[in-house]
């Protein structure tokens, strides 16, 4: 039972170099999440799935993108990473019944240099 | 916009004593509010609930409570054990209809033993 499972743990990127978080979960969840965690600012919403096919903005989407691929994966893409997007990100999802709180996954420790 | 404020950012308690982290939310729609707990590394996880029908819930040594009135919330720990020594965060929904939560910037607990 794997819950929710992210790609890659660590990363070191070079400023304007591309990548891909991948994040896939395995609970028949239709939503989905992608958060970032700095120190002192809690969780901050990057973007949201509420169902397949669907996606939207949350409180700081720039600089990102995601993809909803079907209804398990939902990666996060950074285009030209900068040093601001130093970050832990994780990726949740939630079920439509109770309880209504996330399942997060591992996170991804990213390092912009 | 939305916002949740959580203080304190850190508290140090005794073993055996009890924590209470504190919770204001700004959105007037909000209606669940989860807490989650996470250990040094590690994701987050759901320790307890509570919507906006209820005043209090508890859960062993775990107890939030909710004034819907004033858009407090609070976390409460009894017989606090070195285990509980964790970062906090409480996070309120927003809207209504919506699955997003918005998180609180978190409080460090720490349990002296």
């Known amino acids: 039972n794997a819950g929710v499972t992210q790609t890659p743990k660590f990363q070191v990127l070079k400023t304007g170099q591309s990548m891909t978080l991948q994040c896939a979960q395995d609970?028949?969840?239709?939503?989905m999440y992608w958060y970032r965690q700095d120190p002192g600012m809690g969780l901050r919403l990057i973007y949201y799935?509420?169902?397949?096919?669907?996606?939207d903005k949350g409180e700081v989407p720039n600089g990102y993108n995601v993809s909803r691929l079907n209804k398990r994966e939902f990666s996060l893409r950074l285009e030209s990473a900068a040093p601001s997007q130093t970050s832990v990100y994780f990726c949740?999802?939630?079920?439509?019944?109770?309880?209504?709180?996330?399942?997060f996954g591992s996170g991804t420790r990213l390092t912009v240099v | 916009g939305e916002n949740v404020e959580q203080h304190p950012s850190t508290l140090s308690v005794q073993e055996g004593d009890s924590a209470v982290i504190k919770c204001t939310y700004s959105?007037?729609?909000?209606?669940?509010f989860p807490w989650y707990k996470q250990e040094l590394g590690k994701r987050p996880q759901l320790i307890i609930d509570?919507?906006?029908?209820?005043g209090e819930k508890k859960d062993q040594r775990i107890a939030v409570t909710l004034n819907k009135t004033a858009k407090h919330f609070s976390l409460h720990i009894t017989e606090t054990q070195p285990e509980d020594s964790a970062v906090y965060f409480c996070?309120?929904?927003?809207?209504?209809?919506?699955?997003?939560?918005?998180f609180g910037t978190g409080t460090r607990l720490k349990v002296l033993a």
């Open positions: 996070a309120a929904s927003i809207g209504r209809g919506t699955y997003k939560y918005i």
């Open positions: 509570i919507r906006s029908n209820v």
């Open positions: 949740a999802s939630m079920a439509e019944t109770e309880p209504y709180g996330y399942t």
């Open positions: 959105d007037s729609a909000s209606n669940y």
């Open positions: 799935s509420a169902s397949e096919g669907t996606t």
């Open positions: 609970m028949n969840h239709n939503s």
